[in-house]
């Protein structure tokens, strides 16, 4: 016998999955509290499972038979969106939601221009921007809360990763420091220099690791995760810093010029370019947004950086 249940009721219940709350599931999908419980109930009676442990002022966390359908439910409704997009696409060109993840020391500088270029040319593509870490990324598109991450090069058994292009990194300066009319050093000329780290997880590894080839000791004299917040520590005079992304602009969140100058140890390019997951079936919005990102996007040139 089919099974009789509705494409909202399972959009209700991922939505309690994500949030773990029906109030904050009620707010994100605009309904009632009781119409939540009630298609939960009816998800449970109709699969004769228990989906969620429900804790008294805590919220709700699902069981592991929730966290199976969890995961076949965001398929289904995936599948149905694609089947929404296939339509469209039929009387009127490309169209539906698209979630796209971008790296944080990229997403301010990247995004903005190839997004607005990618709007002109697919107007009726409803496109979703998720700044986060490279690790969370990750999870997000395992969790199939993006579709795809533009990225540095992360390799993963479930996650594909195609390269568009190549970064060198640069040790970043004061604009009015001693060494910044400089064309490139190495890191041993700045082995007194108190050093600022981006402390992002994948991000902090890259850089001590560079430290540790050059055979130079990495001291921290101050970190945050806010690249923009690097850059103005290092143009207020708290230290350099290391970077991948030249930003066009060589002028700090306050006001600070900056110099970018080629890290001349002989450390491999970072490689920029998209992930996603080997499992997940690209929608046709996905699929537009990635060839344009091969079309914008190269070594030569990326939107809101500098040329090399």
């Known amino acids: 016998?089919?099974?009789?249940?509705?494409?909202?009721?399972?959009?209700?219940?991922?939505?309690?999955?994500?949030?773990?709350?029906?109030?904050?599931?009620?707010?994100?999908?605009?309904?009632?509290?009781?119409?939540?419980?009630?298609?939960?109930?009816?998800?449970?009676?109709?699969?004769?499972?228990?989906?969620?442990?429900?804790?008294?002022?805590?919220?709700?966390?699902?069981?592991?038979?929730?966290?199976?359908?969890?995961?076949?439910?965001?398929?289904?409704?995936?599948?149905?969106?694609?089947?929404?997009?296939?339509?469209?696409?039929?009387?009127?060109?490309?169209?539906?939601?698209?979630?796209?993840?971008?790296?944080?020391?990229?997403?301010?500088?990247?995004?903005?221009?190839?997004?607005?270029?990618?709007?002109?040319?697919?107007?009726?593509?409803?496109?979703?921007?998720v700044e986060d870490d490279e690790a969370e990324l990750l999870a997000r598109l395992r969790r199939g809360e993006i579709d795809l991450a533009l990225s540095y090069a992360q390799r993963a058994d479930d996650i594909a990763f195609e390269r568009l292009a190549l970064l060198p990194t640069y040790i970043v300066l004061p604009a009015d420091h001693a060494l910044a009319s400089r064309p490139g050093l190495a890191l041993a000329e700045l082995a007194d220099e108190p050093f600022i780290l981006l402390d992002m997880p994948v991000s902090r590894d890259y850089f001590r690791a560079l430290f540790d080839a050059a055979g130079v000791p990495c001291v921290v004299a101050a970190r945050s995760d806010q690249p923009e917040t690097i850059r103005a520590m290092v143009g207020s005079g708290l230290g350099f810093s290391l970077m991948t992304a030249r930003p066009a602009s060589r002028v700090a969140a306050n006001g600070r010029p900056l110099a970018y100058l080629p890290l001349t140890d002989v450390v491999p390019p970072i490689e920029l370019g998209l992930l996603t997951h080997r499992s997940l079936r690209q929608t046709r919005a996905a699929a537009a947004f990635a060839r344009f990102c091969r079309d914008h996007i190269t070594t030569e040139r990326l939107p809101g950086m500098a040329a090399l």
């Open 1 to 129: 016998m089919a099974a009789r249940f509705t494409l909202r009721q399972l959009a209700y219940f991922v939505a309690v999955g994500e949030t773990g709350s029906v109030t904050l599931a009620a707010e994100r999908v605009r309904i009632s509290q009781p119409s939540i419980s009630t298609a939960i109930a009816a998800l449970e009676a109709e699969f004769a499972v228990q989906l969620f442990v429900r804790h008294h002022a805590q919220g709700l966390t699902l069981t592991a038979a929730g966290e199976r359908l969890l995961i076949a439910a965001r398929a289904l409704l995936r599948a149905a969106d694609d089947l929404g997009d296939l339509a469209r696409d039929i009387a009127d060109g490309i169209a539906g939601p698209l979630r796209v993840g971008a790296f944080r020391t990229l997403s301010a500088l990247v995004l903005p221009e190839l997004v607005a270029g990618f709007a002109r040319d697919n107007p009726r593509v409803a496109l979703t921007m």
